[in-house]
């Protein structure tokens, strides 16, 4: 008869899990690709370089070419990739252990989680945030800027008790996300328009305001189709309710202002042509325009409504933005709603 294999004491004790060798807790932000304007053209990762984009294992990190005008690597993740920037101590988890560690990120607000690879090191402490994620990463954990978060790090065997947020290291840049004063709202929902182009360079140097004289259910329809007689297209919708949509990322050309789209962001606001804007969407709008103005360097001079942006050249004009920004149809009434507001 076969002998049994003894079992086990029944107060005998599961082994103690590994206990984290990093971890923090508290707010987020988003971070890395070609729309993220708050590290500039040139700026690297502190746990890559350029070497790396030939190495498999890390070259999935990144889009397989620079954004336009871009040369460091921060603007060549690709935003879909589930990476993290933390302010990691490099004496206990060295930098070399970072290029190859797998973070675990947890929201504790629906107990989502993800694996993550650390690319960098950030945000500013003056951000008053712990980490900074991939925009996709974040989206699929359900998080918008400001939700609190927490990151870990496990090892095979227990470690050292979790550090504290580190200091900047000596010799090291002070992280990313300094730039921009202002979060960016929520987006809603990114509804992608087919209907845009490369700027091939362009540097923003203007918002323009329109009115979708329609509803948001055929503006979002009238966005999607390509072809036809009048494709068309804008960065952002904004709904009456004061929800965001982005049909078109800010490093493409969306199809809004007739020979002024390669240098200008487009905002659409839903609304007919003889109302105003409601107040939850005035409010989304002033914010809207505020973070692209202090994003991309924009003077509040340069928003305009859509007839009467510099280089619009539709024959016969439009009576765009209509009502919105008050009852007269002129750049004096948007320029006085932007000082009012913005």
Same mark, same amino acid.
């Given at each position: ?67 336009? *005008? ?7 993740? =690709?935003?879909?990739?589930? +990476? ?19 973070? /675990? ?22 951000? &008053? ?45 002070? *992280? ?30 203007? /918002? ?27 960065? +952002?919708?904004?709904?009456? =309710? ?62 305009? *409504? ?16 209509? &009502? ?19």
């Amino acid at each position: 008869m076969p002998k049994r294999k003894p079992r086990a004491p029944r107060n005998a004790k599961k082994p103690a899990a590994a206990a984290p060798i990093f971890q923090v807790e508290g707010k987020m932000s988003t971070f890395g690709g070609p729309d993220d304007h708050g590290v500039s053209p040139t700026e690297g990762l502190a746990l890559f370089e350029p070497p790396d984009l030939q190495d498999p294992k890390y070259a999935s990190l990144f889009l397989p070419a620079p954004p336009p *005008g871009t040369s460091g690597l921060a603007r060549r993740l =690709n935003p879909e990739k589930y +990476y993290l920037a933390c302010r990691w101590d490099y004496s206990q988890t060295p930098r070399k252990f970072l290029r190859d560690a797998v973070a /675990v990120v947890f929201n504790p607000e629906n107990k989502r989680s993800a694996n993550a690879r650390p690319a960098d090191w950030g945000p500013n402490v003056d951000t &008053k945030r712990v980490t900074d994620l991939s925009p996709g990463m974040a989206a699929v954990l359900g998080l918008n800027t400001d939700d609190v978060v927490r990151v870990s790090i496990s090892a095979s065997a227990p470690g050292p008790p979790p550090p504290k947020i580190a200091r900047v290291p000596k010799g090291a840049r002070p *992280g990313h996300g300094t730039r921009n004063r202002h979060a960016k709202p929520v987006i809603k929902k990114f509804v992608e328009s087919p209907n845009h182009s490369s700027r091939n360079g362009a540097p923003i140097t203007m /918002v323009v305001l329109h009115c979708t004289e329609a509803s948001l259910d055929s503006t979002l329809t009238h966005f999607q189709t390509a072809g036809g007689t009048n494709p068309v297209s804008a960065h +952002y919708v904004i709904d009456r =309710n004061g929800d965001i949509y982005q049909t078109v990322r800010e490093s493409d050309s969306a199809w809004h202002c007739m020979g002024a789209n390669k240098g200008s962001v487009g905002i659409e606001h839903v609304a007919l042509e003889t109302q105003a804007l409601d107040r939850p969407q005035a409010k989304a709008s002033a914010a809207l325009i505020r973070w692209l103005l202090e994003q991309y360097e924009i003077p509040r001079s340069n928003v305009f *409504g859509h007839d009467f942006t510099p280089g619009y050249n539709r024959p016969g004009g439009t009576s765009c933005p209509d &009502k919105l920004f008050g009852p007269g149809h002129s750049q004096a009434t948007v320029a006085a709603w932007v000082e009012a507001n913005v």
